[in-house]
């Protein structure tokens, strides 16, 4: 599998672009990433005993924990999901089972490994489609034709085919046979009880096709899952997943604060609690999950764990998963400086999407320099006063501030409107202050 070999420097450079600060966290994320890279390039016996330094993160919500994780894995193009331990539940009890993380995994890496497989032979696909749909505007001859009949042929569908490309027939009608599969969905089930209602769909809805009479411009949509069962190899786009999840993919256990037990809290009747911890020890540490893809190892996926743990803390995970996370991260709560800083020193930031958007509308949207400062201020009030929810308080008072203009913006097309510090004070100062209003508004 190739990784890409950026530096440890060079990965934090990246996360500046759209993280403020929590360089320490950064750093030992550039560095896990770079020791993957490393493993690769060391003889294969040693590649094997070399395991993952699985991560834990502490920090309140909203501060780039899983931000950082979603964009270093978006930068390498690794495999990676994100979970939340509260949803899973020990093995015997109704719910999700926490193999199924890995299972949702691979379906990431199968997703991100057909994508590129379907960039790479595009041209391919394209042309499949096109030539299915010249077929149909010119049927071919039938057997025994004269040599003549034959070169004319060609050279017509020659001419047709160029047509279809260029898009100079998409107003014509055709009939097209589209193969109508039966909807089934696997839901991170396990591989046995998958197939089995996979094999139960197919018997009650089985696959069939359909004749559709659609534009040509439709049918160069319709025709296209048929191009890539056509083009593609199903087969090696499963094995490259496979290996692609085994060795770069990357699991984010949100909320994993959630299911610590402290010494006053030692009931084992919650099964979203000690047991999903159990559960969880084979999978993180090394073992090997049946998936509808074919077995996967997990002992070289890096686990990221993340949590607030506000009424808890970390020692209060059993101790055999505590040492399953060997590396371990405090981020910081932000600051006023830091929220300004996310405002606009990132790349696209809330402020740039928001500009977006109304620029769709003609309308040229800017903020005061002091205006940004008032939207950091009173959104580090409002989380100071209710709940901290750190960064994505940003998204509630910049909406609130922008609810009537958003509203209206079609009444200002061609002018441009500026978000003043008084604006966003009289938006906002009166729902900071009432504790009440702030909780269920902002």
């Known amino acids: 599998m190739e990784v890409q070999a950026l530096t440890p420097p060079q990965i934090v450079e990246y996360l500046d672009e759209y993280i403020i600060g929590q360089t320490e966290a950064k750093k ?6 770079r020791n993957r890279y490393r493993r690769f390039l060391l003889p294969k016996e040693l590649q094997e005993e070399i395991t993952p330094k699985n991560i834990l ?4 919500t909203g501060v780039g924990k899983t931000e950082i994780a979603r964009r270093m894995a978006k930068m390498l193009n690794l495999p990676f999901i994100k979970v939340e331990a509260s949803k899973y539940t020990e093995v015997g009890f109704v719910g999700r089972d926490v193999e199924s993380m890995i299972r949702d995994l691979l379906n990431a890496s199968y997703s991100l490994v057909q994508k590129e497989h379907q960039e790479k032979n595009a041209d391919q696909i394209q042309s499949y489609i096109e030539t299915k749909i010249a077929q149909k505007l010119l049927p071919p001859l039938p057997s025994g034709v004269t040599q003549e009949k034959q070169e004319d042929y060609e050279k017509s569908f020659a001419t047709m085919l160029q047509k279809v490309r260029n898009g100079e027939v998409d107003h014509l009608k055709i009939e097209i046979e589209i193969s109508k599969k039966s909807d089934f969905s696997d839901f991170g089930l396990p591989p046995e009880i998958s197939k089995a209602q996979e094999s139960i769909v197919k018997i009650i809805a089985p696959n069939q ?19 890539l069962e056509h083009t593609l190899d199903q087969e090696i786009i499963k094995n490259e997943a496979l290996k692609r999840a085994e060795n770069g993919g990357i699991v984010f256990i949100d909320e994993i604060d959630k299911i610590a037990v402290g010494s006053k ?40 764990a993340a949590g607030a743990f506000h009424f808890s803390k970390p020692s209060d995970l059993i101790p055999e998963l505590q040492g399953r996370f060997p590396l371990r991260v405090e981020l910081s709560n932000l600051t006023e400086e830091a929220m300004v800083q996310i405002l606009t020193q990132t790349k696209n930031s809330i402020l740039k999407q ?5 620029k ?3 309308v040229d949207l800017v903020f005061e320099d002091e205006a940004i400062v008032e939207l950091a201020r009173l959104s580090i009030s409002a989380n100071q006063k209710t709940e901290d ?46 504790v009440d209003l702030a909780r269920y508004i902002l």
């Open 360 to 362: 769709t509308e003609e």
């Open 209 to 227: 096709s359909i004749k559709k009479e659609v534009t040509i411009k439709e049918a160069k949509d319709l025709l296209h899952s048929e191009a």
């Open 57 to 60: 993160m502490i920090g309140s």
């Open 265 to 304: 809290d030692s009931s084992r009747s919650d099964p979203s609690k000690e047991g999903v911890q159990r559960d969880l020890l084979p999978i993180v540490e090394g073992s090997n999950v049946q998936t509808k893809f074919g077995q996967i190892k997990t002992d070289h996926i890096l686990f990221i």
């Open 389 to 434: 929810i750190g960064a994505r308080r940003l998204h509630t008072t910049i909406e609130k501030v922008l609810e009537d203009l958003s509203f209206e913006a079609h009444t200002y097309k061609g002018q441009t409107i500026t978000i003043t510090a008084d604006l966003v004070r009289k938006k906002l100062s009166h729902l900071v202050e009432n």
């Open 354 to 358: 928001y500009q977006a958007l109304l």
């Open 28 to 33: 030992t994320i550039a560095i896990a990433l």
